[in-house]
T-cell receptor
Framework: AAGVIQSPRHLIKEKRETATLKCYPIPRHDTVYWYQQGPGQDPQFLISFYEKMQSDKGSIPDRFSAQQFSDYHSELNMSSLELGDSALYFC???????????????FGPGTRLTVT | AQKITQTQPGMFVQEKEAVTLDCTYDTSDQSYGLFWYKQPSSGEMIFLIYQGSYDEQNATEGRYSLNFQKARKSANLVISASQLGDSAMYFCAIQGGSEKLVFGKGTKLTVNP
């Protein structure tokens, strides 16, 4: 079965640079979520999109922005990178099977970002 | 707001034995879901099992079962017949009305041969 695809898998950037992470959800899934997992930490929710509209927002820095495109893929743009942004970034997708959740979320393999 | 508490930072189990990983939760939502994910050292987050708050039967998926006790607000994961490949970090998570997952701190499981 097709899974969530994330690219790149690994990314090394310097401080103050920008980075773009891409996520391709499971086919027919309509919701995308972004999570950040620091070293030795649990994943923290950043932002989500349903049918190309932002549906929820968590602890996402103002330096970060994201969007979901017409083909449902999503991109997380990160600017003015800081050392503390080094983390594993997960994208997850789900399908809203009803008006109310919960909805099973399937995670991609993650993008490991290292800021030097 | 939702909260997950996993009180076992690390657990050890002998191969072929069963192990229970603890998870308690707190939420003000009437409808919510409880999830368990496995994270091997390679980093990916693997969905294991899901329990809805209105589900009367405990969820089972192969060797995984979820011991759901709603009154006690607990959702423990039971892994039967442990295998060496089960060694990983295990996260319990809750999803309420806001759809985002809120994770616990995780339990590192080590399966000994």
């Amino acid at each position: 079965a097709a899974g969530v695809i994330q690219s790149p898998r690994h990314l090394i950037k310097e401080k103050r640079e920008t980075a773009t992470l891409k996520c391709y959800p499971i086919p027919r899934h309509d919701t995308v979520y972004w999570y950040q997992q620091g070293p030795g930490q649990d994943p923290q929710f950043l932002i989500s999109f349903y049918e190309k509209m932002q549906s929820d927002k968590g602890s996402i820095p103002d330096r970060f922005s994201a969007q979901q495109f017409s083909d449902y893929h999503s991109e997380l743009n990160m600017s003015s990178l800081e050392l503390g942004d080094s983390a594993l970034y997960f994208c997850a997708s789900s399908l809203r099977t009803s008006a109310f959740g919960p909805y099973e979320q399937y995670f991609g393999p993650g993008t490991r970002l290292t800021v030097t | 707001a939702q909260k997950i508490t996993q009180t076992q930072p690390g657990m050890f189990v002998q191969e072929k034995e069963a192990v229970t990983l603890d998870c308690t939760y707190d939420t003000s939502d009437q409808s919510y879901g409880l999830f368990w994910y496995k994270q091997p050292s390679s980093g990916e987050m693997i969905f294991l099992i899901y329990q809805g708050s209105y589900d009367e039967q405990n969820a089972t998926e192969g060797r995984y079962s979820l011991n759901f006790q709603k009154a006690r607000k607990s959702a423990n994961l039971v892994i039967s017949a442990s295998q060496l490949g089960d060694s990983a970090m295990y996260f319990c998570a809750i999803q309420g009305g806001s759809e985002k997952l809120v994770f616990g701190k995780g339990t590192k499981l080590t399966v000994n041969p």
